[in-house]
């Protein structure tokens, strides 16, 4: 099998931008401290610390200068840095001092419509299960960006414990790329992102797996989540993922714990968006007594069968591929029964009493 890349080994561009992560993190730890960009503990969080955030940049700054050394220049790879500098920006403010949510919103906005009408990166057919849908302007843009925002705020979301976010992010883009070449897709800009953004990830998680001396901070949850939407959206339109449940079933525990969030609020008449809580999937494994690195691991386990499943649907080995998604959706149906991932139960209350 060739192990190139527009002309450049794999395993260079892994290594390359491992590194880079890897040295700038603590630079950027420093930077963090000193405009004391830290995240406090509170009731809410799991750390009994100040940490600093912002690690973000760190991550961001390695993509940059994998995109630099291995990357061509397209208007879509341009759309896609204009998008991602605002992310950053705001992500920056906000790790320093918080930034209303309506204001997060709009930038959010803006970087998805960025990479969606001046990238034209349009989500204007939908294949699932054999249907296809089809949608036109204006609904294409619209789906495309409420994508995009949706994935940022579900990565964000998901970033509640050391290493979680950066290991679930790191697991999609290898899968992404382990697909593109078994498929043989390797002329994408979708594959070149994946490997960019897998080695600077994976030099970040060496200091944010537990337990972190650095936060991805806002700045990078939403950067993550907003490049995964985004090579999403471009290998599905590259026909690398032959379909969009390919990229949903990798993000799978993510999206579950969205969901669970948003129903598990408004059965408390709270706003789904507004109203931050301690009951999120990590947290359920934590009341568990496992610890902080054994609750991460078992999330990544998880994570990569539904990986799995994402490479053989994507090889046409769909009866497989629904025998493994089976199980763990069973698994995830017992883990709602059995925590207070969506509900108090009866026994908590009768303890309280």
């Known amino acids: 099998m060739n192990l190139e ?9 892994l290594l390359v931008t491992f590194l880079t992560s890897l040295i700038l993190t603590p630079i950027v730890k420093k930077i963090a401290i000193h405009i004391n960009a830290i995240d406090v503990p509170n ?21 940059m ?15 896609v840095l204009m998008g991602s500098f605002l992310i950053i920006l705001c992500g920056i403010i906000d790790d320093i001092k918080s930034v209303k949510a ?59 414990v050391d290493g979680l976010a950066s290991g679930i992010s790191s697991i999609y883009f290898l899968t ?13 800009l979708d594959i070149i992102l994946s490997l960019i953004m897998a080695g600077s990830t994976l030099g970040f998680l060496a200091h944010n ?3 972190a001396s650095i936060f991805l901070g806002d700045t990078g949850s939403y950067f993550l989540g907003y490049i995964i939407s985004v090579i999403g959206l471009l290998g599905y339109k590259a026909a690398t993922l032959t379909s969009i449940i390919i990229p949903l079933a990798i993000l799978a525990i993510p999206i579950f714990d969205t969901a669970s969030a948003i129903i598990r609020r408004l059965l408390k008449h709270q706003n789904p968006f ?3 809580d301690k009951e999120h999937l990590h947290h359920q494994f934590l009341k568990m007594k496992f610890s902080p690195r054994t609750t991460i691991l078992i999330i990544y386990f998880i994570t990569i069968l539904f990986s799995v499943i994402s490479i053989l649907f994507a090889v046409h080995e ?35 009493e």
């Open 5 to 13: 890349v527009n002309g450049h080994n794999v395993f260079i561009i």
């Open 43 to 63: 009731e809410r969080k799991v750390h009994t610390k100040p940490i600093p955030r912002l690690g973000g940049l760190a991550i961001f700054l390695a993509f």
């Open 65 to 79: 200068l994998g995109y630099m050394l291995y990357a061509r220049e397209s208007t879509m790879m341009l759309s």
């Open 102 to 160: 309506k204001y997060k919103f709009i930038v959010q906005i803006v970087a998805a419509a960025t990479v969606c009408i001046y990238g034209n990166l349009i989500l204007d057919e939908i294949t699932i299960f054999g249907l296809n849908l089809y949608f036109t302007a204006p609904w294409s843009y619209i789906i495309t960006i409420l994508f995009i925002v949706a994935v940022m705020n579900i990565m964000n979301l998901i970033d509640g």
């Open 176 to 188: 992404i790329a382990i697909i593109a070449f078994i498929l043989n897709q390797k002329g994408g």
């Open 209 to 211: 797996f537990p337990p």
């Open 274 to 276: 507004t109203n931050p």
């Open 318 to 352: 769909k009866k497989q591929a629904m025998i493994i998604y089976v199980i763990l959706t069973i698994f995830l149906l017992i883990i709602v029964m059995k925590t207070d991932i969506l509900f108090k139960h009866k026994k908590d209350k009768k303890n309280k």
